[in-house]
């Protein structure tokens, strides 16, 4: 194999790593001028050729000569003005641009006639998804939809799944789609995004063909709309949405909604609406403890064939506390160094990641992950319950007493901050207190808070008691 056909079989396997556009900018001039000693010099036509091949793609380059000839272990890069005006010959990877790939938003699958769905992706499904305590009634839920017949009555309709952005609610949906298929490949299931579903609206009314999406989304087995609350203040999609409900519910047909708050905080949706969003089970997703975030790190790095020490996952687990999709970026950031650097992750290097996403935020070890961060409603209860010498009963019942009402509130005020909770939940978890009831006393506790020092160290004082800076 000469120096030419080398070069050829490297490039014909990185087509799949870099893109036609790169291999134009960065690679079409690049030439292999010896093969020596077990290295190889690579000439590029400019200075800024080389500084970038050298810095952004060394390890890739290097990994992809040792496939062809495993005895070379260094690559060297100089510059040969003479390649700027060579002729330059094209792999067969490169020759036509590749079939263009789908925006992440724009995505669709031609289900029958003029019925589509957003691409539901086999990658998700309810087996591959991490199940913990903050996720554990949401999975079951939506397995429990799966596993209704066609004709019998559906055991939860609609289904509302709500959390916050980050925490799986497209990956319990998009799941749910796909083992209702796998349990019956003819059904037609659409799974669809609320800024589609108000667009599809707009041109329906531009175009006079109401009544034709009308038919058509009526014509579904299940509907899955995802991120309602973009439905607030859109009172035509509001009205389209509910004669569809209306149709879809009284013929028996399953509709799952998610959103990042309960249907009764959904403040600009009509109240016809909302109640019916409300009408069968609501489960929110919760950001998940440290033990649950361990096995989803453990999962994912698995996705990616990616081996990592134990002392890294866990630093990864400990340090992810706004939302999954901070973990998803990290671990890709890892999979991409690996593969360009040929380095194994430290704690330094994942450090330096963690950084550079949240300079204001300190690093925590995995150790005191595991012994502080607060996991639930009850060790808060707990916590505040000894802090305040107040019976954990008073803090769940009524009493209107100033010395039980205060530390009460501030229980839901650290249940907000530190677990994500909604105020539903919170008033769920303390005795069926009604949302509006838990968001007042948050806010009194919020003010005071900024005004009071006192208020401001009890809190200070149980967050550290909770593990929680």
């Known amino acids: 194999m000469d120096k030419v056909q080398?070069?050829?079989?490297?490039?014909?396997?990185?087509?799949?790593?870099?893109?036609?556009?790169?291999?134009?900018t960065w690679f079409k001039k690049v030439r292999i001028s010896e093969i020596s000693g077990g290295a190889v010099l690579l000439s590029c036509p400019t200075e800024m050729n080389k500084n970038w091949l050298e810095t952004k793609y060394h390890g890739m380059i290097l990994q992809n000569i040792k496939a062809i000839l495993p005895e070379i272990d260094k690559i060297f890069f100089n510059v040969d003005l003479t390649l700027a005006d060579s002729p330059s010959?094209?792999?067969?990877?490169?020759?036509?641009?590749?079939?263009?790939?789908?925006?992440?938003?724009?995505?669709?699958?031609?289900?029958?006639?003029?019925?589509?769905?957003?691409?539901?992706?086999?990658?998700?499904?309810l087996g591959n998804f991490v199940v913990g305590e903050e996720t554990k009634l949401a999975h079951a839920a939506c397995m429990a939809v799966t596993e209704s017949g066609s004709k019998e009555k559906k055991k939860y309709n609609p289904l509302f799944v709500y959390g916050g952005v980050g925490l799986g609610k497209t990956h319990l949906?998009?799941?749910?789609?796909?083992e209702i298929i796998r349990r019956n490949p003819d059904a037609i299931v659409v799974y669809t995004t609320s800024e589609r579903f108000i667009n599809e609206i707009v041109d329906a009314i531009r175009n006079r063909k109401g009544d034709e999406l009308r038919k058509k989304y009526r014509r579904v087995d299940a509907l899955i709309l995802d991120d309602v609350q973009f439905f607030e203040g859109k009172e035509k999609t509001q009205e389209e949405l509910f004669n569809t409900f209306n149709d879809l519910f009284e013929f028996n047909k399953q509709i799952i909604f998610s959103a990042d708050r309960p249907p009764s905080e959904l403040v600009g949706i009509s109240d016809r609406l909302r109640s019916r969003m409300g009408w069968g089970l609501s489960v929110d997703v919760q950001m998940p403890g440290y033990e649950t975030r361990l096995a989803i790190v453990q999962e994912k790095s698995k996705e990616l064939k990616l081996v990592l020490p134990n002392d890294v996952q866990?630093?990864?687990?400990?340090?992810?506390?706004?939302?999954?999709?901070?973990l998803e970026n990290i671990l890709n950031q890892i999979s991409a160094e690996v593969e360009l650097s040929e380095m194994s992750p430290t704690i330094q290097s994942v450090g330096k990641m963690?950084?550079?996403?949240?300079?204001?935020?300190?690093?925590?070890?995995?150790?005191?992950?595991?012994?502080?961060?607060?996991?639930?409603?009850?060790?808060?209860?707990?916590?505040?319950?000894?802090?305040?010498?107040?019976?954990?009963?008073?803090?769940?019942?009524?009493s209107?007493?100033?010395?039980?009402?205060?530390?009460?509130?501030?229980?839901?005020?650290l249940c907000k901050d530190i677990l994500r909770m909604s105020h539903e939940?919170?008033?769920?978890?303390?005795?069926?207190?009604?949302?509006?009831?838990?968001?007042?006393?948050?806010?009194?506790?919020?003010?005071?808070?900024?005004?009071?020092?006192?208020?401001?160290?009890?809190?200070?004082?149980?967050?550290?008691?909770?593990?929680?800076?």
């Open 425 to 469: 939940s919170i008033g769920k978890d303390f005795g069926g207190k009604n949302h509006t009831t838990i968001m007042h006393g948050i806010r009194k506790i919020s003010g005071l808070k900024r005004k009071d020092s006192t208020t401001a160290r009890h809190i200070h004082a149980l967050r550290k008691d909770l593990g929680v800076k």
């Open 6 to 24: 080398v070069w050829d079989a490297v490039l014909t396997r990185m087509s799949e790593k870099i893109s036609r556009m790169e291999f134009h």
């Open 173 to 178: 949906l998009q799941g749910t789609a796909n």
């Open 354 to 398: 963690f950084r550079k996403l949240n300079p204001s935020e300190e690093l925590e070890t995995s150790d005191g992950a595991k012994a502080g961060f607060a996991k639930s409603p009850d060790e808060i209860i707990t916590a505040v319950s000894e802090y305040f010498q107040v019976p954990a009963t008073e803090l769940l019942g009524n």
């Open 400 to 413: 209107r007493k100033q010395g039980i009402v205060f530390p009460r509130q501030i229980a839901w005020t």
């Open 314 to 326: 866990e630093f990864i687990a400990a340090n992810v506390r706004k939302s999954l999709r901070e």
């Open 89 to 125: 010959a094209t792999p067969q990877a490169f020759e036509k641009a590749k079939a263009p790939r789908k925006l992440p938003n724009q995505p669709d699958v031609k289900l029958t006639g003029d019925l589509k769905s957003r691409i539901v992706h086999s990658k998700f499904t």
